[in-house]
Nanobody, 114 residues
Framework: QARFVESGGGLVQPGGSLRLSCRVP????????MGWYRQAPGKQRDLVAR???????IYEDSVKGRFTISRDNAKNTVYLQMNSLRPEDTAVYYC????????WGQGTQVSVSS
């Protein structure tokens, strides 16, 4: 069963940056498409960025040009570099496969506020 261990969140001012990490101790990591999802208070959880096993990336429109997803298959880790953060990026961020499993990690809180 896959586990997802997210880290790197925090409180940052608008325009700031954060780098999220997610370790997935699972042997199929290098064969799968991985995604970063986020859930703001009172809203559904949405996929914001995905990266295929080959490294092809797709972004949700609101984060294009600001967020960069990457992966290190040797470390079973996927990253999300977030730049030019906005208050509307405030959410709990999760990683999961794409399509996602029903099981989720604890997530990491990202708060953007002055």
């Amino acid at each position: 069963q896959a586990r997802f261990v997210e880290s790197g969140g925090g409180l940052v001012q608008p325009g700031g940056s954060l780098r999220l990490s997610c370790r997935v101790p699972n042997s199929i990591f290098g064969l799968t498409t991985m995604g970063w999802y986020r859930q703001a208070p009172g809203k559904q959880r949405d996929l914001v960025a995905r990266i295929s096993a080959k490294g092809d990336t797709i972004y949700e429109d609101s984060v294009k040009g600001r967020f960069t997803i990457s992966r290190d298959n040797a470390k079973n880790t996927v990253y999300l570099q977030m730049n030019s953060l906005r208050p509307e990026d405030t959410a709990v961020y999760y990683c999961n496969f794409v399509p996602s499993l029903d099981a989720w990690g604890q997530g990491t809180q990202v708060s953007v506020s002055s």
